[in-house]
Nanobody
Framework: VQLQASGGGLAQAGGSLRLSCAASGRAFDIYDMGWFRQGPGKEREFVAAINWNGANTYYQDSVKDRFTISRDNAKNTVYLQMHSLKPEDTAVYSC??????????????????WGQGTQVTVSS
């Protein structure tokens, strides 16, 4: 599956952005989808994930009450709605896809397909 992320940009602290990740190739609805981010000088970290049918979502604790992951299988797209943005949310955000596995969905090693990333910059 090929992934194309979009929607990043510059936001002020307290603002909102919505990221999209469009998939093409194999049937989208067989994949669990995740968002990861890598801030300047930091390791890549898990942000949020959603299972193949949208029934289960998972969040990093620091974003749990501010970000919402969702998917539209008819449009082959997964979204990350981000509210109450903070400067520490500044990072390159990447979407990823995986076939269901026993590896934790919070682990980047569980995901085999990655998009190119979109920059999110939050100013204070």
């Amino acid at each position: 599956v090929q992934l194309q992320a979009s929607g990043g940009g510059l936001a002020q602290a307290g603002g909102s952005l919505r990221l999209s990740c469009a998939a093409s190739g194999r049937a989208f609805d067989i994949y669990d989808m995740g968002w990861f981010r890598q801030g300047p000088g930091k390791e890549r970290e898990f942000v949020a994930a959603i299972n193949w049918n949208g029934a289960n979502t998972y969040y990093q604790d620091s974003v749990k009450d501010r970000f919402t992951i969702s998917r539209d299988n008819a449009k082959n797209t997964v979204y990350l709605q981000m509210h109450s943005l903070k400067p520490e949310d500044t990072a390159v955000y990447s979407c990823a896809a995986r076939i269901r596995s026993a590896i934790s969905i919070r682990s980047s090693t569980a995901f085999g397909s990655w998009g190119q990333g979109t920059q999110v910059t939050v100013s204070s």
